[in-house]
């Protein structure tokens, strides 16, 4: 599946920026600049398709024949650029933000720290006030799983209240 690759490969940037992130303010050393190309090398095997990492400024990006997927390490905000239905998920901080464009549409992926327990059921039952149709549900030991849509747009969030974090990610179809 190609959105699988594209989104395996961001998870894979996403792990490698936390590591490198805090050197990228600075001036590359020889060696943060081998680790980076080794990187993306290993992301280009990965992924299928050619790998840009620009660590100084925070943003990765993969691109392959399916799409292109970027990945924004440095933001920590509400992405500005999804459409005005996404309801805003408020319990926790971001960590980071990456998005996917493939022909099939668009992906904004947030994660987040700091989640509290019943922040599945809150965002749950805003969903459910803005509209949506709550598509599936899942509750375990340590968290779980919504899904819902509206329109053209699906929401899935994840939450593990151990760990304290979760994963809120939107998809919107193109238009055929």
């Known amino acids: ?9 961001a998870l894979a940037v996403l792990a490698a920026a936390v590591v490198l992130a805090g ?6 050393s020889a060696r943060e600049a081998v680790a980076e190309k080794r990187l993306e090398n290993m992301l280009e095997k990965a992924s299928g398709g050619k790998v840009d990492l620009n660590l100084r400024d925070g943003t ?26 996404a309801v805003k998920f408020e319990d ?16 904004w992926t947030i994660h987040f720290r700091d989640v509290g327990e019943k922040a599945m059921d809150d ?10 149709t709550i598509e599936a549900t899942t509750s375990m030991g340590q968290g779980g799983m919504v899904q819902a849509s509206k329109d053209d ?22 238009e055929k």
């Open 1 to 9: 599946m190609p959105i699988k690759k594209i989104a395996l490969a």
């Open 23 to 28: 050197t990228a303010c600075k001036g590359k």
């Open 60 to 85: 990765m990006k993969v691109k392959t024949a399916e799409g292109e997927s970027v990945l924004t390490t440095g933001e920590r905000k509400w992405p500005e650029d999804l459409p005005e239905s």
């Open 92 to 107: 926790g901080k971001i960590q980071a933000v990456s998005r996917a464009v493939t022909e099939d549409g668009k992906t």
């Open 123 to 132: 965002y749950s039952g805003k969903l459910k006030e803005g509209g949506w």
């Open 153 to 174: 747009l699906m929401v899935n969030i994840i939450v593990n209240t151990e760990q304290k974090a979760g994963v809120v990610s939107f998809r919107q179809g193109r």
